[in-house]
């Protein structure tokens, strides 16, 4: 692990105690992070993404049990599941939007592309849930979440009351 990955998971260890705490620090996004500037799909703030991942680490348990995952390992796995929904977020978007190509035909290979994609990051998302011992929820419809993660507990923050809503799909 390099010095700045290192760096970058303490802070994020800093944050999501300081969340689960109940203490909330003022979260500014950059310049030019806003939602106008970021394409179609809005990114999800700073905010949201920490309390996404101090909810997975709050709630998350290992195969044999609670506590049994170090809490190192679930910090990691709820950011690679932020960007995994981040993907399947787009993937969605484009289905729904369709797939032309400059003189307006369907682009068959483009589809199909990122049918393959999607298959491919929902059994990584499959796998990863299972090594932290959740279970992932796969939606379709771009204008939700994309992605829940249903927890042991069964706490939810979605109306659906599916599970725990990956911010960024």
């Given at each position: ?145 994309t992605l829940k993660i249903a927890v042991p507990d069964g706490y939810t923050n979605d109306w659906g009351r599916e599970g725990i809503g990956v911010p960024t799909?």
């Open positions: 692990m390099n010095a700045y990955s290192a760096e970058t998971n303490s802070t994020l260890l800093v944050n999501v105690q300081k969340f689960s705490a109940g203490r909330r620090a003022e979260v500014r996004p950059k310049s030019g992070q806003d939602s106008k500037h970021e394409g179609s799909m809005q990114r999800a703030s700073v905010k949201s993404r920490e309390e996404f991942v101090g909810l997975i680490v709050g709630h998350a348990s290992g195969p044999s049990g609670i506590g049994s995952q170090d809490e190192r390992a679930r910090i990691s796995a709820a950011q690679r599941l932020l960007r995994y929904g981040a993907t399947l977020g787009r993937i969605a978007e484009r289905q729904c939007n369709g797939y032309q190509t400059w003189d307006y035909k369907w682009d068959e290979k483009a589809a199909a592309r990122d049918e393959a994609k999607e298959e491919r990051i929902q059994a990584a998302v499959t796998k990863l849930c299972v090594s932290i011992g959740v279970t992932p929820v796969f939606g379709g419809d771009p204008r939700g979440n799909s």
